[in-house]
Each structure stands twice: as structure tokens, then as C-alpha cells.
């Protein structure tokens, strides 16, 4: 069994920076490509970025190109979300996730476990 645990959230300004961290136990992930969704009130849950179970392979959607940087350190089995230029609405909850393959992805149904989230807010 695989648990998930999301930190590193909170409240930033406008602007603002965050690196939110996702920690993986139960087992290695080094093979499972893993992913950062997040979900804002009524609305679904979207693709932020994915990496590859390597690292060297990563996906962002459109919007978070540029200001977001997903990382992993298999070593630790870890992953990483460091978000910069923070806007308002970026607010959301972010769910760190992993995929059952190597390859990453922006489907949501493509992962197969999850973590419960943490709130990240950013102010006007």
C-alpha cells in the first residue's frame, strides 16, 4: 500500500512563492511516474504537472509553464512542486499523485494513488 503526504501549503501574497513537498511510503516509487493536480472550489481536478519515474521527462499544463518547476529525488522518494509568481488564482487544494507506469501524464486517470491535499491560498 502506497501513502502520499502533501506539505509545504499555506497562505502567500500575490507574487509570492511556495515548494510544496510530497512524501511517498509504503514502498519505492523510483519506477511510477507522479504528478501535482490541484482543485479549486466547484471546479475539477486539473493537471498541474507530472514527471517521469527518471526525472528526466516532465509535463506541465499551459498555465503553470514557466512559473512551476516539478522535481524528484528517488532517493528520498520524493517529490517536489516549487511554485513562483503566484496568483490568485492559483488558489486550490494541490494533491501530490502516482501513476501505476513510468510514463508521466496530465490524465488524472491515469494515477492510481493519491494523497489528501494541501491548501494553498494566495492573496490579492
Known amino acids: 500500500q502506497v501513502q502520499l503526504v502533501e506539505s509545504g501549503g499555506g497562505l502567500v501574497q500575490a507574487g509570492g512563492s511556495l515548494r510544496l513537498s510530497c512524501a511517498a511510503s509504503?514502498?519505492?516509487?523510483?519506477?511510477?511516474?507522479m504528478g501535482w493536480f490541484r482543485q479549486a472550489p466547484g471546479k475539477e481536478r486539473e493537471i498541474v504537472a507530472s514527471?517521469?519515474?527518471?526525472?528526466?521527462?516532465?509535463y506541465y499544463a499551459d498555465s503553470r509553464k514557466g512559473r512551476f518547476a516539478i522535481s524528484r529525488d528517488n532517493a528520498k522518494n520524493m517529490m517536489y512542486l516549487q511554485m513562483n509568481s503566484l496568483k490568485p488564482e492559483d488558489t486550490a487544494v494541490y494533491y501530490c499523485?502516482?501513476?501505476?507506469?513510468?510514463?508521466?501524464?496530465?490524465?488524472?486517470?491515469?494515477?492510481?494513488?493519491w494523497g489528501q491535499g494541501t491548501q494553498v491560498t494566495v492573496s490579492s
Open positions: 499523485a502516482a501513476k501505476g507506469g513510468p510514463v508521466a501524464s496530465g490524465n488524472r486517470y491515469d494515477y492510481d494513488y
Open positions: 509504503g514502498r519505492t516509487l523510483s519506477r511510477n511516474a
Open positions: 514527471i517521469s519515474w527518471s526525472g528526466t521527462t516532465t
